[in-house]
Structures are given as structure tokens and as C-alpha cells.
């Protein structure tokens, strides 16, 4: 399974169809499901743009092929954990986006490699 940053679904949304990454991403990436985390979902709402009908609209139908992963104890417990240990300062959702992908044994795609950098357990595409 694949798990998406939340800067992939802004990309997407911001982007025209031939230059969405997301886009490119099913079409490599056809045999594989694809999510997202709840956090994920937290931070896009947080968006002024989600205000704009035509832009909630898109979100909505990228949502419909997204399997949402939920925040768990034991995703929440690996996140603390990743932030007490990675050595440098680490976003809450980054840690939570991380602590999804290796609790459900997903491949992070983020357009920001070095937010997730050096978390043991963690695979990158």
C-alpha cells in the first residue's frame, strides 16, 4: 500500500491534470491501493482554499479513491517515539504521517524527502 503527504493531495489540487503528481501516481502505481492519513485530512481542511466550492469539490472526488487511515494509539505511541529519537525538531503531523505508514506497512510518497528523512522503519518511493 502507498500513503500519500499531505503535500501530494495540495499538488494535485493545485495542479493542472497533466502536471499533478498524484495523477502519475495511480498511472505508475496501478497495481498498488492507496491512502492517506486522517492527519493528512486535518491539515487539508486547514486550507483556505477547501472554502472554494470547486476546490472542496476536487478534494472530495481525490478523497473517493483514497483509503483514510486512522490515528491510533499505536500510530500515536510510534510518532511520539520518532520525535523523542530522530534527533532534530519533526512536525506533529510529520511524526503522525510516519507512524501511519510503518504501523500499516505503507511506502510514504512525499514531495519533501527531507521531512521524513532518517526514520528508521519508514520506506520512501
Known amino acids: 500500500m502507498v500513503i500519500f503527504d499531505t503535500n501530494i493531495i495540495i499538488d494535485h489540487l493545485r ?21 492517506m492519513s486522517i492527519v493528512s485530512l486535518q491539515e487539508l481542511y486547514e486550507g483556505q482554499s477547501t472554502k472554494k466550492h470547486d476546490v472542496h469539490e476536487k478534494l ?12 491510533t494509539f ?16 519533526i512536525d ?22 527531507k521531512d521524513f528523512k532518517g526514520i528508521k522503519g519508514l520506506e520512501l518511493l
Open 92 to 113: 506533529l503531523a510529520d511524526a503522525a504521517i510516519a507512524g501511519t505508514a510503518i504501523i500499516n506497512d505503507c511506502k510514504l510518497v512525499t514531495l519533501n524527502m
Open 74 to 89: 499505536e500510530v500515536a505511541k510510534l510518532a511520539g517515539e520518532i520525535a523523542r529519537d530522530i534527533g532534530r525538531p
Open 60 to 71: 472530495l472526488n481525490t478523497l473517493a479513491n483514497l483509503e483514510i487511515l486512522p490515528y
Open 15 to 35: 495542479q493542472s491534470p497533466e502536471k499533478s503528481k498524484l495523477l502519475s501516481l495511480f498511472k505508475k502505481y496501478n497495481e498498488e491501493k492507496f491512502s
